[in-house]
DNA sequence: TAAAATAATGTATATTTTTGCAGTCCAATT
DNA sequence: AATTGGACTGCAAAAATATACATTATTTTA
């Protein structure tokens, strides 16, 4: 059937995007976004695409694709825009730490100044981190959705 | 103790030499070599030491260390060690300054990041300069400690 | 060095994942 | 049209893994 293989695309990238710690998380999602499908067959669509589970400092263990564990880099063939090149988004105090894939920091830093956010005061970008350094005054809440601006579906990577 | 760490360097060459399916083939293996321990330690070993189960065509799943894993990364198995290229660690409120010999700074923060430990939200480095940013709700104590496993005896860089 | 804080581990149990079996659907064959 | 064979899936049970709780060892602290 085609819808198969639809949905072992969708579970790659709901993979790719997220940290999925189970199976019927995932399920979850997957059922979100129409599919209809039991844990078992998910079970088996797991091992199809050849996804491992790997221990996480954060979640416990998380579900990870074969080649992004080969190759640590993302997937070719996906758009450049800067969403595609987040990995995950943590607040530390009155810093923000950006993750990115490998090399691509300075590349999504730099669609973040020049996109002149009042709340941000400036950015410094490593090899894969970009620490976001906010202006005096603005909350968490608040630099997240002015980062929302240039990174979609920021919340989703908010550790 | 001592038997941990001599337990996990085992594992690690156990799993490194066979195709190892379940927790409780690896802990056949561990008993007659001698160690002594439940299927609930061994489980949390390998979260410790971060082994990914993955999909093989033979035996189902099997173990895989996580440097096998990361083979193709950036920062590799480079035979280095990075206490000796850290000159200096001083806190800063909530974020830690490293200082390293000139032109050591990068490769020092990628031995950090790829440790991925729980208690460091990111790093950013310069020439000689590592910026550490931890995460919300370690003490400092707690971020030494958490480097101190990456660089030895950082105890005695303390400013 | 006694008290307090941490870390390690086992037991029992909960949670998660895998799998045997049976049923459905569809395309190819007779 | 009926039959056959394979791919796909759900259900339920088995197998594997993770964890809450309690206990003991170890390390720090005062």
Do not use: W
């Amino acid at each position: 059937m085609n819808s198969k293989i639809d949905r072992h695309n969708q579970i790659k990238r709901i993979i790719l995007d997220n940290k999925i710690a189970s199976q019927d998380e995932l399920l979850d999602s997957l059922r979100k976004e129409g599919f209809e499908l039991t844990q078992a067959t998910l079970s088996r669509d797991l091992k199809e695409i050849r996804v491992g589970k790997l221990a996480d400092p954060l979640r416990g263990s998380i579900y990870v694709l074969h080649e992004q564990l080969k190759q640590n880099s993302r997937q070719a063939n996906v758009p450049l825009i800067p969403g595609n090149s987040v990995l995950s988004v943590v607040f530390s105090y009155h810093l923000c730490v950006v993750r990115t894939f490998p090399s691509f920091a300075s590349t999504v830093a730099n669609y973040i100044d020049s996109s002149q956010l009042a709340e941000i005061a400036g950015t410094v970008a490593g090899d894969d981190t970009i620490l976001v350094i906010p202006r005096e005054g603005y909350s968490q809440k608040e630099i997240l959705k002015a980062l929302g601006t240039v990174i979609p579906d920021i919340e989703t990577k908010l550790d």
